[in-house]
């Protein structure tokens, strides 16, 4: 922006507006806002004072200002480099859009791309210097930042409202990046009530508030506070990983599931009634394994535990749901059948940590293996559908939704009463929790120019998920025999994983909410449809409804460990979560004495088990990848890879026995069966039930299959 004093009046654009504050703080003495703003008129520009204060906050958001205090009030010098960095960031927003997908992808590989080439030491200064940063305190000013960020957008967009500029759809995208941020960190990612921090539904929603004057902050410090001392350990933000020692070596075990998919083929090869790659069909299994081998004869084989036993027993007791097909659930759309199919899987799994957790025998060795003090579960450790509006659906949809919660809720009550522990070891964390802490303190780093870094793209950066940023930052410079690190553990209240996310508030906590419905269903049934009236009458019980005590008292914690020498962009750790059991309610006591335990005893079997690698972990993947993980987690998903495929070949002859039997011939090879008639199928769905229940030992099967 460059001129002579009394042009013709003009908006003058985001960049050169930038570029006027930037070269007048890079004078010696700086510059303040109001010197700046009476520069711009002299050059025409006819935006409000406010906007450059606006501009101010944002530039010192990123780093790219430092303040100065003075007699005269705050002064601003330059603080961070903007020249060098490889995406120019005013730009990048416009870009990062949904509706320009292949845009946004672009950017996010090249970002990828571009932290391997981040020097390894500045890495290792990061890491050191966030060694010295209490992790609630960061999070705080990393949070009030953000929301001041977002707030100066607000103002922005609403005097733009009034006199648009070509800039608009840039300025409008740009903070709904920044709002959709501050979701997934306040909300989803630490379940902060509204109270605390006020995120809007919309940017429209933000607007109107703001000229109505009901908006002067989106962060209420003191509530803030208070909340994050529930949700962020009491520790550095990086810090060693130590435990305490015990003499008695942990009996670990190891959950891991899979799942098959296909198309019931009646015309196979050669006849046989094959599964081939059409998601008719799935074939659901899981198998517990524990750190203990069996010794047979001059072998030694693994102990573990698997659902089903065998094909027969598919659809009995704990093994429900381990198969899956369309067939079997008319009442669900096709959507929810394929969501349905993960969220079984999810099932069978917990299942399988439950029995874990339990004492059990290894069938036809007579051996017996006691109880798990923790179990590692591939994956999440949260049930994957956790949505009310779902667990209250009187479909079978919602009936595995209902199972889900429930063994959740059996799990949770084990561990809190019999001192066990259940960990999730998740490859694929999408999450951004920990990663716009990180980035938010390295451009104030880079701000101060007392060290290596002299720039970092915090809109770049905060496109990465958590586990790329944290992968790099805890393993860079490593040796082998180094201490292990970790970052500062974070706890999620069950509702930060629920549809009360985003509506959470402190007068009204999800809990209530629920208990409230279901005081509106008994009083008022008249307004109710059928559905709801059968839920809340005869499935919901007050007093114990598990979905209710999970809101009550679950939380979640989670945390990254660096325990290997440098990992590169295509090798990742995984995060770690654990459950805990402690009054959810932000009034209520202190969490963290009850995740304590569950923590030392995570990091006790972490070190006892130790990690590998594995070169193809998951089914689902084309491109090999190779993830760090837990050594017993690696070998319960080999130990399960082998025996889904041995399910499936049993699972095919035993359904083409019934088959070749059904159609009156002993060939099993080479017949020809057409398609089914719908009565003919629903015959043969009858016999096989009646065989299924005659195996199981039901008195009176024709009984069953009237009701």
Not at 366 to 377: C, F, M, N, Q, T
Not at 451 to 456: A, P, Y
Not at 537 to 546: A, K, Q
Not at 680 to 702: D, I, K, T
Request: charged letters at 25%; a neutral charge; proline letters at 6%.
């Amino acid at each position: 922006m460059s001129g002579e004093s009394g042009r013709e009046p003009k908006v003058c654009t985001a960049s050169e507006r930038r570029a006027l504050f930037l070269e007048l703080a890079g004078r010696p003495e700086g510059a303040s806002t109001s010197e700046v703003y009476g520069r711009a008129v002299e050059f025409g520009d006819t935006v409000t004072e406010e906007a450059y204060y606006n501009l101010a906050r944002r530039l010192l958001h990123r780093g790219l200002l430092a303040p100065v205090p003075s007699d005269r009030g705050t002064r601003y010098k330059l603080g961070a480099r903007t020249e060098g960095q490889w995406l120019e960031e005013d730009q990048l927003s416009a870009l990062v859009d949904p509706e320009y997908p292949l845009l946004a992808i672009t950017i996010w590989k090249e970002s990828l791309r571009q932290i391997n080439e981040v020097p390894e030491d500045l890495w290792v200064e990061l890491r050191e210097r966030l060694r010295g940063q209490p992790a609630r305190e960061l999070f705080r000013r990393a949070i009030v930042s953000y929301c001041d960020d977002f707030h100066a957008q607000i103002t922005d967009l609403a005097e733009l409202a009034s006199h648009p500029t070509p800039e608009l759809a840039r300025f409008r995208q740009d903070a709904e990046n920044s709002r959709r941020l501050l979701l997934q960190l306040a909300k989803y990612g630490l379940g902060l009530s509204g109270e605390a921090v006020n995120v809007p539904i919309s940017l429209d929603a933000a607007i109107a508030e703001f000229k109505r004057g009901s908006i002067a902050s989106y962060v209420d410090e003191t509530v803030l506070k208070e909340e994050l001392t529930r949700r962020i350990a009491p520790e550095p933000f990086v810090l060693d990983a130590s435990a305490a020692s015990s003499g008695r070596a942990l009996l670990i075990g190891a959950v891991d599931g899979s799942t098959r998919g296909g198309l019931l083929s009646f015309l196979g090869e050669e006849g046989d009634f094959n599964v081939g790659y059409a998601p008719m069909i799935s074939i659901n299994t899981s198998i517990g394994q524990v750190n203990r081998s069996l010794r047979l004869g001059n072998r030694t084989v693994p102990v573990f535990m698997r659902l089903p036993e065998k094909p027969e027993d598919m659809q009995l007791q704990d093994n429900r749901y381990t198969v899956m097909a369309k067939l079997l659930y008319p009442d669900m759309s096709d959507a929810q059948y394929m969501h349905a199919v993960w969220n079984a899987m999810d099932l069978i799994e917990a299942r399988a940590a439950s029995r874990l957790l339990k004492r059990w025998d290894v069938p036809r060795q007579g051996v017996e293996i006691s109880a798990a003090d923790i179990v590692l579960r591939d994956g999440t450790v949260s049930p994957q559908d956790r949505d009310f509006n779902h667990y209250s659906e009187l479909s079978s949809y919602g009936q595995i939704v209902r199972g889900m919660i429930e063994i959740n809720w059996e799990i949770a009550r084990k561990c809190r009463d019999d001192g066990q522990t259940l960990v999730g070891v998740v490859k694929n964390a999408q999450l951004s929790v920990f990663a716009p802490v990180v980035n938010w303190f390295a451009c104030q780093v880079a701000r101060e120019k007392n060290g290596q870094l002299v720039s970092w793209p915090l809109h770049t950066m905060n496109l990465i998920p958590d586990q790329v940023i944290l992968t790099r930052l805890l393993t860079a410079g490593r040796r082998k025999a180094d201490p292990w690190v970790r970052t500062c553990v974070v706890l999620r209240p069950f509702h930060a994983l629920t549809n009360y996310a985003r509506t959470y508030s402190r007068g009204a906590p999800p809990a209530q909410r629920v208990l409230d419905a279901y005081k509106a269903a008994r009083e008022t049934p008249e307004t109710l449809d059928q559905e709801k009236t059968v839920f809340w009458e005869t499935l919901f019980r007050p007093e114990s409804d598990p979905y209710v005590k999970m809101l009550e008292n679950v939380f979640y914690g989670g945390f990254f460990l660096g325990a290997v020498p440098r990992l590169d962009i295509g090798k990742s750790l995984p995060r770690f979560e654990f459950l805990a059991l402690a009054p959810t309610r932000e009034d209520e006591g202190d969490p963290w004495p009850s995740a304590q335990p569950h923590l030392d005893r995570l990091l006790r079997a972490l070190r006892q088990n130790g990690f590998d690698v594995a070169a193809e972990h998951n089914m689902f993947a084309s491109d090999a990848k190779l993830d760090v993980l837990p050594s017993l987690i690696i070998q319960a998903h080999d130990t399960v890879k082998h025996w889904a495929a041995e399910l499936l070949s049993r699972v095919q002859e035993y359904i083409g026995f019934y088959l070749a039997r059904y159609v009156r011939t002993k060939k099993f090879r080479g017949i020809k069966v057409r398609p089914f008639t719908r009565d003919e199928l629903e015959l043969l769905y009858a016999q096989l039930r009646r065989e299924r229940e005659l195996q199981a030992g039901v008195a009176n099967p024709s009984k069953m299959l009237e009701e």
